[in-house]
């Protein structure tokens, strides 16, 4: 099973700033990786898959970055609306597909 | 525009199954691959298992024994089984759509919690 890790846990930032999730595969994934957002309360929603492609009707300030083993997900202004929990996901080597433990972004 | 729900009870007891359904709207049952997903209080995503719209299955080897998933395509609806449950079971439980080309979920229902408790 690939196991996937996501760092930091919880990240703090200021509205505007720019905040960068990692997340790290135990084997080679090559660009089989995904981010998904998570508000409270509610399901995840698809942001990037094949490591950098973002979904449809995802702002251009999310990007991801990445292959392999070492992934990025990068938030450049955060919104009010950005404040929520991130997952990624591996898909390449299955099953079973895996998610990381997610990171919390925070209101600094 | 596909929209899913989960239906099922809330409240399970322990060693009994766990049974859910996912009713499928805007769209054919036919036209896509379908996906569960868990997530116990306060934790990460599971996946659980996927069915292909011609019936084909695949879960995570975990809970594979204990996991049966069907499609119904004349009511548009898939569904779970999660036999024996425990309390480690207690979870939101989602149902989402697979993408046809790659194992990713774009659309996903609002989850449903179920509680295994006596």
């Known amino acids: 099973e690939v196991v996937m890790t996501q760092s930091p846990a919880t990240l703090s930032v200021s509205p505007g700033e720019r905040a960068t999730l990692s997340c790290r595969a135990s084997?080679?994934?090559?660009?089989?990786l995904a981010w998904y957002q998570q508000k409270p309360g509610q399901a995840p929603r698809l942001l990037i898959y094949g490591a950098s492609t973002r979904a449809t009707g995802i702002p251009a300030r999310f990007s991801g970055s990445g292959s392999g083993t070492e992934f990025t997900l990068s938030i450049s202004s955060l919104q009010s609306e950005d404040f929520a929990v991130y997952y990624c996901?591996?898909?390449?080597?299955?099953?079973?597909?895996?998610f990381g433990g997610g990171t919390k972004v925070e209101i600094k | 525009q596909v929209q899913l729900k989960e239906s099922g009870p809330g409240l399970v007891k322990p060693s009994e199954t766990l049974s859910l359904t996912c009713t499928v709207s805007?769209?054919?049952?036919?036209?896509?691959?379908w996906s569960w997903i868990r997530q116990p209080p306060g934790k990460g995503l599971e996946w659980i298992g996927h069915i292909s719209y011609s019936g084909s299955t695949n879960s995570n080897p975990s809970l594979r024994s204990r996991v049966t998933i069907s499609v119904d395509t004349a009511k548009n609806h898939f569904s779970l089984n999660l036999s024996s449950v425990t309390a480690a079971d207690t979870a939101v439980y989602y149902c989402a759509s697979r993408s046809a080309t790659v194992n990713i979920f774009d659309i996903w229902g609002r989850g449903t919690m179920v509680t295994v408790s006596s």
């Open positions: 996901q591996q898909y390449n080597n299955w099953p079973p597909l895996t």
């Open positions: 805007g769209g054919s049952i036919s036209s896509y691959h």
């Open positions: 084997q080679s994934v090559s660009s089989n």
